[in-house]
């Protein structure tokens, strides 16, 4: 029998990890409670459509995938508690905030952590500028809202999402002019890889070739080793000007070209999302190929902190079929299932394979860091712009002196927009590599919320201070 | 402009091997004793193991409190507390006269504004206190005013209706505890300070010998201006520093307009209050930290926001729509009077040492009182004295 706000398994994030993790976990026998601030599961990949439409076979393979997921967590008896942020991870314990209503801890056997990640902010001049939006920002209004984006969108970005997601929104009728990827070509020897890891990848590779197709199809000019330089516009976007790059992503001098545009939608790969995993102290490590900081977790995603484990992008941005394996280990881990573990073991294998095979393809080059002129807003919850944050760089490395010289990272967004764009400008003032940068030590709550439903009564005064 | 800090580079490089003055420690007291011995003239080298401004200085709500607190009063029973509340009173006043042209003299923002400050009660028991805090204030010169019903409502419309009373003392206010001690620190250098960060003291043998992680430096004289380490790095000299540390939590919210001009803060329970000239509200009061190793050196307590929230709204109901958005850790260094400690150890003559409890108000002002004492033997106040005597001040407590 579990007490009222206490479970076995908690869940914080109801994408495709925390789905899996959440229905294996149940069929365990356990109790699991599955957060997730949205309002309904399915996380950003399978978000669910905000109008019911007339078939789910329009929205294609992917989207059946989310609905099955979301269908077995749903039925397995796990509780769901949507639209309920998780503010802060201490050990097994977190405060939960359902909208509307009072902050609340929680206590669990377990927390398993599974944010999934957030698009990589780019800050380049005009990315404030209405009409700039990013691929995720773009999806939650084309697939939940259903909200048009505008007359003449171009996509500029990289990694998979640079074909998938032009393709995507071409099917949700977006009228895309072009698509800019930073990266290059596949090579000869990018081929042989990825011919070499494709055994059981054979979707993936279709799903690249059909993209690439439906793109000639519709005439979206497709063109790789292209950058968003700026947006234009008075008030809002009117045109964006793109250039050549290097295998580093630094600009080729004399290679802009400009077109017109409404819409910007830019998507330069993701982050995972670590917030929740470095309040609870959980070790991280460095790895750009997966997005940057990632949770180190052991076989059975557990972390370091006992209690604690973390899957899915916030450990390695790999993809939602790694991260739906990845979930499943985790609740096996409970019980230690060896035997129902080996075949997700070897399906994971496989898939990161393709992914490091990939990887060269999409590997984000430095000069995505380097597109902020000195009057460019880096900052946007305190309004700071490059050259303001360079100053305070000029006194210290540290990025808690930084901050408290200028406020960057405290804001709304507690650093979500800026905080990676900030350590690449410490790492080129000092010397240090981007990996080297320390972060900024993390604070509670990892979302805003009403100071009326953190405020409880019944919390004792410590008593004030006696000598 | 020119910038207001002082560039990496030149707080690195060797040591000296000897200096005239080793002060240790790169917050607000260590900042403002070497500059304002370097302007006396003296050789200065000022040691931070981190960086400057990063502990108590540069992480506490930067509030001017000049009321006597309640913690102050409560201490009453310890016999002529009536004098010493009023010598406290005093030195923060002199403290308030200090901040008023720091601005001016330091050639730079330090975002000093004189609000005013409330002092609230809710309780009949809270609000006779008030009043005889009030008598106390007046008294020492320090003008405070109580404000009871209607009277308290037209003047603070903000705050929760049914209040019984309030102090209200024009002189607090607040300034940025992110500027003061690193303009401290640039002015120093500019003096000819040497500063040197990341440089970590092990110990301080007589002589003296100041042991650090980058080697040792000779100097004749040291001052501890470590806060909340002040008592560790005093054992290292085998002086015994009574003195503790806590951490304390601190809330900020989301921007808001204006509407909350002085800082709040209340008789009985653990409350500061006041909106930033950005619009958020920091929230604080001495709500508990946890110490930790890793990953700060105190971590946030949940229930520590949810308490002092509390509190905030009750005082505010306004503010339960706003939203927060941060919470942060800093570290208080308590001296067992409450009293700061300001001056030379009768055991060790040369060794020097300057901290405050309520060490943001007063540090600028302490700083000046030992750099005069240091460079040109005016007298500090006995009261203030590393090894004094008295009741209350063992290691023991």
Redesign the interface.
Known sequence: MTAKGSYDLLVVGAGPAGLAAAAEAAALGVSVAVVDERPAPGGQIYKQPGLRVAGHRALGADHRRGRALVQAAERSGARFLLRTAC??V?GTEA?LAPEGER?R?VTAGRILLAPGAHDRPVAFPGWTLPGVLTAGGAQTLVKAHRVGLGRRVVFAGSGPLALAFPAQLRRYGVPVVAALEAGPAPGLADLARLGAAARGNGRLLLDAARYRLELARARVPFRRRRIVVRAEGRGRVEAVVHAAVDDEWRVVPGSEERIEADTLCVGYGLCPSVELS?LA?CALRYDEDLGGPVVVVDEWQRTSVPGVSAAGEATGVEGAHVAEDEGRLAALGLVEDERRAAPVRRRLERRRRFQRALRRLHRVGAGVYELATPETVVCRC?ELTRAELE??I?????I??VK??T?VT???C?GRNCARQLAALVAAR?GLALADVPAA?????VR?????A????T????G???? | MPSLRLPAERTRGPLPAETDVAVIGGGLAGTAVAYELAGEGLDVLLLERGELNREASGTNAGSFHFQIAIHQLTERDAGGSHARLAADVRLQLEAARLWETLEEELGGPLGVHRTGGLMVAETPEELRLLHEKHAIEEEAGLETHVLEGDELRRFAPYLADDLLGATYCPAEGHANPFLAAPLFALRAAERGATIRTGVAVTAVEPGFVVRTGAGDVRARRVVNAAGAWAAELAATSGIELPTRSEGLHVNVTEPRRKVLEPLVQHIGRRLTLKQTDSGTFVIGGGWPARPERSPARYSTIWESAAGNAAVAVRVMPSLAGVRLVRTWTGVLAFTPDLQPVVGEAESLPGYFTCLATTGFTLSPMIARMLAAHVARGEPLPPEYAPERKGSRWTATT
Do not use: K
């Open positions: 503010l802060s201490r405060v902050a801890t470095r102290g305190e100053e305070a000029e006194a210290s490395a540290d808690g002196v408290g010289f406020r405290m804001g709304l507690q000092h030590t993390p604070r509670a709550p805003p919320v009403p100071l009326g953190v405020a409880d009564e919390v004792g005064d410590p004030l201070f006696v000598a």
